[in-house]
């Protein structure tokens, strides 16, 4: 039985293994990057890491910019079930018990060419021990001479177990037990079978069991502790199995020890507390570029058999297995001949015998509880939707066929929805190069490049480095926030009856004017705090002068207002560095920048050129505000340009 305090001993040592998770932070260029040094660090395969992003990278423009991906990582523990642990102790605690058992004692006699030979073996545990009456009585049943009684007193106070000439018999050569040989099974099989000694014959030894057995051929594989055992206790009349031959163990073949799974369910993931989250699975094994994928274990040549007669039986080697044969797509062959390694980062694939590496992974369907969140290394088709709460994130392209919910969509590539994006206000869609999407309404969008939507906008928060574009028939551009490095282009932008405000930002770059607006406030707010510690030292400066001296509390408030002052203005220092940097940066992006609408564009939307802001107060048709000499003007129409009007890319090529 495992007891309270055996229970609380096991728990405390699967918390101690779970409190050992190693976590690591790194960074890389990219997110695969990152992952892939993660598994380096922790010596662990790709999919057995777990991790947070702490920081998103960015490419970086015009060589400037560049951000690293940050992740926080750790191995996916293997766990195992309390229970089996307990049944474990349990099975292991019986088996122990049943090691230390009780045992009687025992005694034997063998008559041989010395004489009457006497054995006493000793008690186990609380075992009855053998008594000199017990000796005598099996010597007397055997019609022995000449007992050396002090021999057998002797014999029995120190039970070694070895046999000790204590007594003589009147030997009758032709009454000594006798033994035949019979050899079986394709000559893998001897057994002796032997007929009792008569009075005064003599007992067989092992000497004389293993002699009749060679004068019969036997040479291997002897039994050595069944021929002692028979002698303590010998079996007559029937035969017993005293050699056996070795099977030939033919060679192992030669196969491929794999880094992932090549079989079995998908199970939910458990996350560092060990709780089961349902959104989260193992259906995806990620590989980085040059990820080994396994290794070929060469055959082996196998073990010869033997029958008892001597004779040998050859083994069959093991096959051999050729490597090329097991390459599929996107893998190659390592220097040392041996290990499979992938050609590019995407999902590990064992399929039709071939190792393979797909760049793209298809989920047929929703995204939602049956499939789990996604994250690949490379590109990922969705032919459904993104439900509410999940994610799907790819360091490739993401196409999805169907709509996206309330869902995270994060690619460093770009991303294709052919439905559109229903965000209810919270669903966001990361992008490194270019959304496209038929319309987007209430969600969060930011793209590296641009943002392109058939059907319009509503009510959503867009950012593109280049452009936001709305091209077709019903493309307007109602309520939100957009922002864009170069245009922002619709066939109409706000509207008539609706109150919600619309800005339209462009001519800066949406993430360095995020930066920019941040520091520009955080510097306030330093300006402000320093001038009021400024104040409030000044008062208790005059304080001191007027009176010469300061009442304890106040000396504590005048010292830590110095040690405020000093603070303050290290950060408005570094703040103030921040700021040149960001503004260095946003200098660099020498754009026109201008917002267009090919058929209105209402009152009540708000325009920002660089630092210039204007509001709309009458409505406009085909119309494009530009900035000239720092003020924003209307002029003829102009279209997009001809990279925001080319289809969204096949994901799938």
């Known amino acids: 039985m495992v007891d309270f305090v055996q229970l609380q001993h096991i728990m405390k040592e699967q918390l101690d293994s779970d409190r050992s998770i190693k976590i690591v932070e790194v960074a890389g260029a990219d997110l695969g990057a990152a992952v892939a040094e993660a598994a380096v660090m922790l010596n662990l395969p790709m999919g057995r890491i777990e991790y947070e992003i702490l920081d998103r ?61 006497l054995k006493v ?94 004068d019969n051929k036997v040479s291997f594989g002897f039994k050595e502790d069944v021929l002692s055992n028979f002698v303590d206790q010998p079996v007559y009349k029937t035969p017993v199995l005293v050699a056996e031959g070795l099977q030939p163990v033919n060679g192992k073949n030669a196969y491929i020890q794999y880094n992932f799974r090549t079989e079995g369910k998908i199970l939910p993931k458990a996350g560092i507390d060990g709780r089961v989250n349902f959104r989260e699975s193992n259906n995806i094994q990620n590989v980085v570029k040059d990820q080994p994928l396994g290794k070929k274990i060469a055959a082996e040549d196998g073990v010869n058999g033997r029958k008892v007669t001597g004779d040998y039986l050859p083994t069959k080697p093991g096959a051999d297995l050729d490597l090329n044969q097991m390459l599929g797509n996107n893998v190659y062959i390592g220097d ?55 994610s799907v994130k790819a360091t490739s392209n993401i196409e999805i066929k169907g709509t996206v919910e309330k869902a995270e969509i994060e690619a460093e590539g770009d991303v294709v929805v052919l439905k559109g994006i229903s965000g209810k206000g919270t669903g966001s869609i990361k992008a490194g190069k270019s959304v496209w999407a038929r319309f987007i309404e209430n969600a969060v969008i930011e793209a590296g490049n641009m943002v392109v939507a058939t059907d319009g906008i509503i009510n959503s928060q867009v950012d593109a480095f280049k452009r936001i574009v709305c091209q077709g028939k019903r493309a307007r551009i109602v309520g939100g926030c957009y922002r864009a490095s170069e245009e922002i282009n619709a066939k109409t932008i706000g509207s008539a009856a609706s109150g919600t405000e619309t800005l339209c930002e462009v001519g800066l770059d949406p993430k360095s004017k995020k930066q920019l607006d941040h520091l520009v406030e955080k510097k306030q707010k330093i300006e402000k705090d320093l001038d009021e510690a400024k104040l409030n030292f000044q008062a208790l400066d005059n304080i001191l002068k007027q009176r010469k001296s300061l009442p304890p509390e106040k000396e504590v408030q005048m010292k830590d207002l110095m040690e405020q002052h000093r603070d303050l203005t290290i950060q408005l220092k ?32 708000k325009v920002v050129i660089r ?30 340009d001809e990279e925001a009007t080319r289809p969204p890319p096949d994901i799938g090529e």
């Open 336 to 390: 040392d001949k041996l290990t499979v390694l992938a050609k590019c980062a995407g999902q590990f694939v064992l399929a039709g015998g071939k190792i393979n590496v797909e760049p793209v992974y298809t989920v047929q369907g929703n995204v939602n509880l049956k499939t789990g969140n996604i994250t690949f290394l490379g590109s990922v088709i969705v032919t459904g939707n993104v439900e509410d709460g999940f």
């Open 611 to 640: 630092d210039t802001i204007e509001d709309v107060k009458n409505e406009y048709k085909a119309i494009t505000f530009i900035l000239d000499n720092d003020l924003i003007k209307a002029v003829k129409y102009e279209g997009p």
């Open 57 to 117: 990278g960015f490419p970086g423009f015009l060589g400037t910019g560049k951000k690293e991906w940050k992740i926080k990582a750790y191995g996916r523990l293997v766990t195992k079930k309390l229970a089996d642990i307990v049944a474990a102790q349990i099975e292991a605690a019986e088996a122990e018990v049943e090691v230390i058992k009780d045992k009687d004692g025992d005694v034997f006699v063998v008559l041989n060419d010395d004489g009457a030979n």
């Open 121 to 214: 073996v000793a008690p186990i545990g609380s075992g009855k021990q053998v008594t000199e009456a017990d000796a005598m009585r099996v010597l007397k049943s055997r019609d022995v001479i000449d007992i050396d009684e002090n021999l057998v007193k002797m014999v029995v106070r120190e039970a070694k177990g070895i046999y000790i000439r204590v007594a003589g018999f009147n030997r009758k050569y032709s009454n000594d037990a006798m033994a035949s040989v019979n050899i079986t099974d394709q000559d893998m099989k001897a057994f002796i079978s032997v007929i009792a000694p008569g009075p005064g014959g003599a007992d067989l030894t092992v000497e004389a069991l293993m002699r009749v057995l060679k």
């Open 574 to 605: 570094q703040v103030t560095e921040e700021l040149d940097q960001i503004k260095q940066i946003v200098n660099t992006v020498k754009t026109r920048g201008r917002v267009s609408a090919s058929d209105k564009i209402f009152p009540g939307v």
